[in-house]
């Protein structure tokens, strides 16, 4: 995330750490909305949790917020972001 001009937050919707990385990346002043459903057949939740984990470390401003749902966006998760982005 950091390097690209303009950037200054994301939205990950149902996302994963594929592989633990080497070097945590520098995140300072990153705002990072994660939605994921706590029963995702694809992303377990200890994905989520540890990839908020990852991003915390580097310095990031996460919001995790959890939903009832699997891998689909929920239109309360629509709404979450939504508000995160107005924030």
């Known amino acids: ?25 520098a995140l300072g002043g990153i705002r990072v909305f994660i939605g994921a459903g706590k029963h995702d057949p694809l992303v377990p939740v200890a994905q989520g949790e540890r990839l908020a984990a990852v991003l915390r ?19 309360d998760e629509f709404q979450a972001a939504q508000r995160w982005i107005h924030a």
Do not use: Q
């Open 1 to 25: 995330l950091r390097g690209i001009p303009g950037l200054h937050g994301a939205i990950l919707l149902s996302p994963m750490l594929p592989f633990e990385p080497d070097v945590i990346p």
């Open 57 to 75: 470390e580097g310095g990031a401003d996460v919001t995790l917020y959890w939903t009832n749902g699997g891998h689909g966006i929920t239109p």
